[in-house]
């Protein structure tokens, strides 16, 4: 288990980390209450800012958003993504609020893989399932962080051979770049000295509204996808691809998120709602988004831009209420929504979908893009 242990003076040298005068970010984060240590590495809180006033901070623990501060329709910053006050409580409280995910985004049936005929057992924390690369995947780690700019901080992580299981010393570069057109470019690069497989993510939570003490079910959404993965009703996947057409998960048209997550459908009860992966069209033009999500109420639009094949489209089923955020923000049910930008759920175990396999002598590369503007 993971311990924060007071370090103000060893972390005060790091850069990025500040002296105790310092002064609040613009979603009201204190940075001091980032320093710290956990499993011997030290942590900070991470600010990149552009020229509109837009704030992200990120903390290197679990390289995770912390905040995104974005102007509204009468140009007020809101704070759209759910997130912890301290680095105490991302480390005590269970969740994985902005962070990377690796080196399995999303689910393994099983916690099992073949590859190159060998097989691989991993960490199996999820209805028996391998989720997220198993309880101590790169959501736990801390990344060592550089800030190259105001507005771009790069990351890295080293995860040795048979770390959670998984085969091969494996290098991950992820870049945080906060554009000049309001967007936050989340950008994956990895290697690997042996045989593996990869399905990086970020696992933010959003809700436009800038208020996560309402739900999110009357934020619209649209999806450049014209099919869907079917799950179980431990969440995996099946190895078929649906169409959504006459069925809840029809996005195709902006609508509502709760329009139809409470209908009579064997997959919105498999999922407990909407925790699938969306399969974007095949040949889409990928400098268009795949993704749009609207609030009505604050005006923001977030645009989605990804040359990922899926998107996990999963609005907050598990919130309840007994996690608070920042602000002491109790989080209900559905009060935020995650776009999960992947390869699909189980695809080592399922070779008719695109391949995760990354073998020694390539680069694992990856993109999500975020961009905020306003109806």
Known sequence: MKKLIAAFSVAAAVAGCTSHDTPLTRSGLDPEKFIGEADGKPTALYTLTNSNGVE??????????????????????????LGHDSIADYINIDGNFGALIGRYGNRIAGGRFSLDSVEYQLPQNDFGHCLHGGPKGFHHSVWDARQESDSVLALSLFSPDGEAGFPGNVNVEVTYTLTSDNAVRIDYRATTDKPTILNLTNHSYFNLSGDPSHDILAETIWFDADAFTPVDSTFMTSGE??????????????????????????QLRNGRGYDHNIVLRSGRNTALPAAVLADSTSGIVMEMYTAEPGIQFYPGNFLDGTVSGKKGIAYPHRSAVCLESQHYPDSPNKPQWPSVVVRPGEEYRSYCIYKFSTL
Not at 64 to 77: E, I, Q, W, Y
Not at 247 to 259: A, L, V
Request: overall charge negative; hydrophobic content about 40%.
């Open 56 to 81: 992200a901070c990120i903390t290197n623990y679990g390289g995770r958003l912390v905040s995104l501060m974005v102007p509204d329709k009468d140009g007020a910053l809101r704070d759209v993504v």
């Open 241 to 266: 691809i649906s169409p959504v057409a006459g069925t809840p998960f029809d996005f195709t048209t902006p609508k509502e998120i709760g329009r139809d997550i409470c209908a009579d459908d064997i």
